[in-house]
């Protein structure tokens, strides 16, 4: 596939995220739903369908990437976060101009680690290889979220006061992670009752739909029709996180020995948005939640507009 095809089709499969974003868009901005209940959905998407999408696709398909370096991917989500998180403290210490440097350098360093990257697979992948991208993503959100709510948290606390919730490093996915392994591992999966498994199967299938009338709904709370929208700030957390960090790391996997789909996934992750909990992070623990909120908007919508870009230009580059 040449690049201008390969552009056509990764804009079909933005055009997919687009339209579904847009059903959550308009659910909340007509009240259909109210506002309220978009942190509802959330916990349920984030604590109850995404552990099920996590357990399910893990406990059947780990066969695919067992005798594989399967056990790097937390690695590789250490070295993306400090790549991103170095850089924007490099920009934000050079640039007197930028204000909220707390802010600032946690939209560049977390991006939309697992929702976003689940959907584009399921846009973009072969059938062949798809399941084994999906446990690629897990694998990797085992180190993502301890890093969010441990060092995410701190970066919004004056003087990086906030304590550590250990709570929140047991959180559901990483629970459901750690127990699709164990059963993976153990080959334990023919002792769960079939009809069990498929429950949570049918449960899991609901993620990406929930998921994005969740950040369709976000879209809607942080950018009003009255809000001053940060366009400098904006653009320059964008350029660093869907333009500089992408292109540093394609460079990097140029040189990389390891398998192209997990080059591919690696790609895809650097190209991602920054994270839908950030402004709610924020707003915990003394950041600018408004600021983090519109520039998350901005950064997500420019996203749809860069990606495609670099898939294609992956694609050329790698192929």
């Not at 308009?26 to 357990?55: E, H, M, R, W």
């Not at 690696?266 to 839908?276: D, F, K, Q, R, T």
């Amino acid at each position: 596939m040449d690049f201008f095809e390969s552009l056509k089709a990764n804009f079909a499969a933005v055009a997919q995220i687009v339209v579904l974003g847009g059903f959550g868009f308009y659910i909340i901005k007509n009240g259909i739903l109210g506002q309220c209940c978009l942190k509802t959905i959330s916990n349920l998407v984030t604590d109850f369908a995404l552990p099920c999408f996590v357990f399910s696709n893990i406990a059947a398909n780990f066969h695919q990437v067992r005798g594989s370096a399967w056990h790097m991917f937390p690695v590789y989500c250490l070295m993306m976060l400090a790549a991103g998180a170095g850089m924007a403290a490099v920009v934000a210490g050079l640039d007197k101009g930028i204000e909220r440097k707390r802010e600032f350098v946690a939209m560049a360093t977390f991006q939309n680690s697992g929702f976003l990257p689940i959907i584009l697979i399921g846009a973009l992948a072969p059938p062949e290889i798809k399941d084994k991208l999906f446990i690629y993503v897990f694998l990797y959100l085992l180190a993502y979220n301890p890093v969010l709510f441990t060092l995410g948290e701190k970066l919004f606390s004056a003087g990086g006061a906030a304590k550590i919730s250990w709570k929140s490093l047991l959180n559901p996915t990483t629970v459901a992670t750690v127990a699709g392994l164990a059963v993976a591992l153990a080959d334990a999966g023919s002792l769960i009752p079939r009809f069990l498994f498929r429950s949570i199967q049918m449960m899991g299938e609901t993620t990406i739909p929930l998921s994005m009338v969740v950040i369709g709904g976000i879209i809607v709370a942080n950018y009003g029709s009255g809000a001053v929208f940060p366009w400098r700030y904006a653009a320059k957390a964008g350029a660093l996180k869907l333009v500089a960090l992408p292109l540093a790391t394609f460079a990097a996997l140029k040189f990389a020995d390891i398998a192209p789909d997990v080059k591919f996934f690696l790609a895809l992750e650097s190209m991602m948005p920054s994270a839908v909990l950030l402004p709610l992070l924020a707003g915990k623990y003394g950041g600018d939640e408004a600021l983090a909120g519109r520039t998350l908007f901005g950064v997500t919508v420019a996203s749809l507009l860069t990606a495609p870009f670099l898939l294609a230009a992956f694609g050329a580059a790698f192929n």
